[in-house]
């Protein structure tokens, strides 16, 4: 039989793997355009905003999906769910990615759910945070990373999940 940490390894691989499908669905239907991970890069160069959207995830898994890009990148997903015009101000593009995150980790809810049989995870709504020299930081979580590279953008899909209860957060 295998013992907890194999268990909880292959758990966490099915979870990411839906959270990467999601992402790659909502992509396409927001943007048209087909992605799949790509290599490990970074999207920090210099005099570049940092933007990133922190969804929670609660149930029987506990964790959350952080989504990372840049200021720039995230205003490309905003215009392209405004039909390509042009933002009218800086709240639009939180509006934007925030409904964004929703439909991305709604979708990775639906199909974790579904492939679980039951509701194995909730989430919460979406945090927006973007500054120059950004870092998310949540200890005692174990993270997988997905790498997206399209014509809108670099993107990262970081998904963390706590082996323990709320109060190891």
């Known amino acids: 039989m295998e013992n907890t940490t194999e268990v909880l390894e ?16 909502i992509m396409l239907e927001v943007t048209g355009e087909a992605i799949q991970a790509d290599g490990e890069f970074s999207i920090q160069p210099e005099n570049r905003l940092s933007l990133s959207i922190i969804i929670g995830i609660s149930g029987n898994t506990n964790g959350r999906i952080l989504l990372n890009t840049s200021v720039d990148y995230g205003k490309n997903i905003a215009v392209a769910m405004n039909f390509g015009d042009p ?38 709504p979406p945090a927006i945070f973007s500054a120059k020299d950004l870092d998310i930081v949540t200890p005692n979580v174990s993270s997988m990373k997905a790498y997206y590279e399209c014509s809108l953008g670099k993107f990262i899909v970081d998904m963390g999940f706590s082996e323990n209860t709320y109060d190891e957060f």
């Open 10 to 25: 292959s758990k966490f691989d099915t979870l990411f793997g839906l959270a990467k499908r999601s992402f790659e669905e």
């Open 87 to 124: 933002l009218e101000n800086e709240e639009d593009l939180h509006v934007y990615l925030a409904e964004f995150a929703n439909m991305f980790c709604g979708r990775a809810a639906t199909h974790i759910n579904n492939a679980f049989g039951k509701r194995e995870i909730w989430i919460s």
